[in-house]
């Protein structure tokens, strides 16, 4: 960990009597000239950074064991205790720092506007009576966590957790599927109720927040809040419009292959993740251990600086690779900002999914540490288009060295072409979370019923209409609840769809230049959030585009390479 300059190098944070002191010391301060604010912006960096990664560490211990009630309790002490009396005091500072007689020594440079522009939007939006609202919504998300975490489901006698029983879906054994996706099916209805509740009161409790800061709704209040400097919700919308044009039909394509190959008169929501050959599932490693060592392989096969990062993460203890009761859905990679490292959560259970996973995330990390250089924390804050373009990309150039995981020429190129299916598949219901996150922040005084009647709508709209939920129709209709992006971080979803058309392109100059590519990656990666979205992309030598043509564009090369994977 760098050595602290301006709080004690053995300060810990256990109350918010143990930090509140120097933020006042901050505040107190004089600054008489633009070297001093220089400093001054340091020294707010470090306190910033010790306090993100103690608030880091306490999610990650909780999301590792939601069952630790200790670990529960330190988390919603932070958010509880902490840092609503943080905020505050963040304010003050944002707003000494963006009324300093000496900001414009600074903003000529791109990295120092940006940063400045980011503190003005947030001293705009900064409401204390919002304080509290903020705190409990964090506690709602986490109650959203401990739910998502507390299901499983008991097959043949044995207990799994969602994770783990998902892989019962890709058994070719029909009547093995169909009962392993009812039993999840009926595990999920049990929560409905409680689900549809807990996200009642998120909406009501963000429209609060976005009234009280002074906006109609909460996405306008969130595109503010998120940074959107650099689109408009019409982009989202062309996006929208474009996913449904160029990409929906092939999605259908795939599904009328599917239905074709497996001699079937109708699908049913078992049949969707099988092969539809009738092949056994993929088994790419065996065991989180497995999983980590073939990982490095695959990477150090593309670039030994890529596996050099993940063996330094193996090596400090900064991964949670497998699947467990008790432990919290999904996956993440999450950067520790003052020791400069980032930490990998995920759920492991043997399937491909999680290789893609782990070297999703291992973009992330990877991004982390090439941004460590970076003088400033807020240097490295990065908007997730830019965040997910690292991720995304690294999806893609890693199956460069997927012959890590597969010695079978012919499961390897299966493989690949899974995963290329995944992005296509991906894309409409990255299009359809974003379109119904839109609406039910524009109609926060919406019905469950209202709101059903709208998933359903958008379901149709980014979907094929070739599987049968007959029977099951609210599978269908509440499918989003498995979506946590919904419930802890609205509207952060379509940054993946941007992303992932940058991966596709990113993909397409590493296969016409490998070392152009990778070269290009990493000089956009290591600028992290010191130039606005666009120029990040056209430093990697990409668009910033949703526009159909260039969506069409790109899937016509991910077609084309599709084609020569056969």
């Known amino acids: 960990m760098p050595k602290r300059q301006f709080l004690p190098q053995e300060l810990t944070i256990q109350t918010k009597e143990d930090i509140l002191p120097f933020f006042q010391q901050l505040l107190d301060r004089d600054i008489t000239s633009a070297e001093e604010f220089k400093q001054f912006l340091k020294d707010v960096s470090e306190i910033d950074s010790a306090i993100s990664e103690d608030m880091a560490w306490r999610y990650i211990r909780m999301t590792c064991d939601t069952s630790n009630k200790e670990h529960e309790a330190s988390y919603l002490t932070f958010v509880q205790e902490i840092q609503p009396h943080l905020a505050p005091f963040e304010d003050q500072i944002n707003k000494k720092i963006v009324g300093s007689p000496f900001i414009d020594s600074l903003k000529s440079d791109k990295a120092y506007f940006i940063y400045f522009r980011s503190l003005e939007g947030a001293v705009e939006l900064f409401r204390e009576e919002n304080i509290p609202i903020q705190a409990d919504l964090q506690t709602l998300a986490q109650e959203y966590s401990a739910i998502q975490g507390a299901m499983g489901v008991v097959i043949d006698g044995q207990e799994y957790t969602m994770q783990q029983a998902g892989n019962f879906l890709q058994k070719t054994d029909r009547e093995v599927r169909e009962t392993a996706w009812k039993k999840m099916y009926e595990r999920r209805n049990v929560e409905t109720d409680k689900l549809e509740a807990l996200f009642d009161e998120m909406v009501q409790k963000r429209q609060q927040i976005a009234l009280n800061a002074g906006f109609d709704n909460y996405r306008d209040y969130m595109f503010k809040a998120m940074g959107r400097y650099d689109y408009t919700k019409e982009d989202c919308f062309q996006f929208h419009n474009a996913i449904e044009k160029a990409v929906v039909p092939l999605m259908r394509e795939l599904m009328v292959r599917r ?87 995920m759920n492991a259970s043997g399937n491909l999914r999680d290789v893609e996973t782990l070297v999703h995330e291992a973009g992330h990390a990877i991004h982390s540490f090439l941004m460590a250089p970076l003088e400033l924390n807020s240097f490295k804050n990065t908007p997730s288009e830019v965040a997910e373009l690292a991720s995304m990309s690294m999806e893609l150039i890693s199956m460069d060295g997927w012959n890590a995981y597969f010695d079978n020429e012919a499961e390897l190129t299966r493989a690949k072409l899974e995963q290329i299916e995944g992005v296509i598949s991906t894309l409409p219901w990255i299009a359809n979370v974003d379109a119904f996150q839109h609406w039910v922040y524009e109609n926060p005084n919406h019905s469950r019923k209202e709101r059903k009647a709208k998933w359903l709508e958008l379901s149709a709209r980014f979907g094929t209409g070739m599987v049968d939920y007959t029977g099951y129709e609210d599978a269908l209709a509440y499918s989003w609840h498995k979506q946590l992006h919904i419930f802890e971080i609205p509207f952060y979803y379509i940054e993946y769809g941007f992303a992932q058309l940058g991966a596709i392109g990113m993909w397409k100059l590493y296969t016409e230049n490998r070392t152009q590519g990778l070269e290009s990656y990493k000089k956009a990666l290591k600028l992290g959030y010191t130039q606005n979205i666009p120029e990040v992309y056209a430093a990697a030598g990409l668009e910033f585009n949703f526009s159909e043509k260039y969506v069409t564009d790109l899937f016509d090369f991910l077609q084309r390479t599709k084609m020569n994977f056969k």
């Open 259 to 345: 239905k074709s190959e497996m001699g079937l008169e109708q699908l049913k929501p078992w049949d969707t993740s099988v092969d539809p050959l009738g092949r056994e599932p993929l088994k790419p490693f065996d065991g989180g251990a497995d999983l980590l060592s073939k990982s490095l392989n695959c990477l150090n096969s593309v670039d030994s600086w890529f596996s050099g990062c993940l063996e330094y993460m193996k090596n400090n203890n900064l991964l949670d690779l497998e699947s467990r009761k008790g432990k919290a859905p999904g996956g993440y990679n999450y950067p520790l900002a003052e020791s400069n490292v980032p930490f990998i959560f």
